[in-house]
């Protein structure tokens, strides 16, 4: 009776100490699998494609039209204000290629492909890299600006420029004001000093 009291006590002993091992090895697995990883892209790269795509084309193709039809019309306050229009959205494009201002309105061009690129590339957040100040140590961080800017399907191939962009550091957002050609070229065009 004593020997198979004892090795129902070795059966049980053994059997509590798998089940200790394979929850610790569970909960170590468990773990590992909840490291938070986030998708970073560099927004002058990701404006750059933008900027070689059909989106931007049908974009640019409208102010031209508008522009056209106003001067047809001799509407001059109208052709004013899409100068002042265009001017405004050259500076935000400069701020968004040259520096590191927000493209978000951009993004909500491919806003329904990102829960794809990020369910593929294993991260839980996409965000343009100058937007994260700090992330802790145990953070993950995936650069994704390539496969970002190839959601917008440049027509061109950017590899090239894209590696030059990203050996630059962005001009800080508050030294990038309008450039004064831009300025001089509204004043001739309205008479304005």
């Not at 806003?111 to 140590?137: C, M, N, Q, R, Y």
């Not at 995936?142 to 970002?148: I, M, R, S």
Request: charged share 25%; net charge positive; glycine share 4%.
């Amino acid at each position: 009776m004593r020997i198979k009291n004892k090795s129902i006590l070795q059966v049980f002993i053994t059997c509590t100490l798998l089940f200790a091992a394979m929850f610790s090895q569970q909960a170590t697995a468990q773990k590992m699998s909840s490291v938070m990883k986030i998708g970073t892209y560099d927004s002058r790269i990701v404006i750059f494609a933008w900027s070689r795509s059909d989106e931007f084309k049908k974009h640019m193709v409208k102010l031209n039209r508008q522009t056209d039809s106003a001067q047809k019309a001799h509407d001059t306050a109208r052709v004013k204000e899409l100068s002042i229009g265009a001017m405004s959205y050259q500076h935000l494009l400069h701020q968004m290629i040259f520096s590191n201002g927000s493209i978000a309105i951009v993004m909500g061009v491919v806003k329904d492909k990102l829960p794809e690129l990020a369910k593929s590339a294993g991260v839980s957040v996409i965000v343009s890299k100058w937007e994260v100040t700090f992330s802790d140590p145990s953070v993950v961080i995936v650069d994704l600006t390539n496969q970002v800017a190839q959601l917008f399907q440049p027509k061109e191939n950017i590899d090239k420029m894209a590696a030059d962009i990203s050996k630059e550091q962005p001009v800080p957002l508050d030294e990038l004001g309008i450039e004064s050609e831009m300025l001089d070229l509204y004043c001739q065009r309205f008479g304005k000093k």
